[in-house]
Nanobody, 121 residues
């Protein structure tokens, strides 16, 4: 079991930036990998980015490469989102599992409650 405390969502204008934070707690091996997925209304949940415990491995969805950056400090993961686009609004979920190697097909075991990101035009 993993508990998450997510923060940083909000409303931002297109082209702007937001930084999401998520602190995980629980069984350490359950959050060797920490990351973010998102779900927009009417769409399936999709992978955004993830990072391993040491930060040695990261993975990004093609749609956010070059705009989003994931980082980690111990049990807290951050998602710096720059140049936000109209297609980025969604509920962003912090997630984790025991993975030590990451791919864009990452399917985590544990999920937070999510934080809303809204982009205004």
């Amino acid at each position: 079991q993993v508990d998450f405390v997510e923060s940083g969502g909000g409303v931002v204008q297109a082209g702007g930036s937001l930084r999401l934070s998520c602190r995980a707690s629980g069984r350490t091996y359950s959050f060797y990998a920490l990351g973010w997925c998102r779900q927009a209304p009417g769409k399936e949940r999709e992978f955004v980015a993830a990072i391993t415990r040491t930060g040695g491995s990261t993975s990004y969805a093609d749609s956010v490469k070059g705009r989003f950056s994931i980082s980690r400090n111990g049990d807290t993961v951050y998602l710096q989102m720059n140049t936000l686009k109209p297609e980025d609004p969604a509920v962003y979920y912090c997630a984790s599992d025991a993975s030590q190697v990451l791919t864009p097909s990452w399917s985590p075991d544990y999920w937070g409650e999510g934080t809303q990101v809204t982009v205004s035009s």
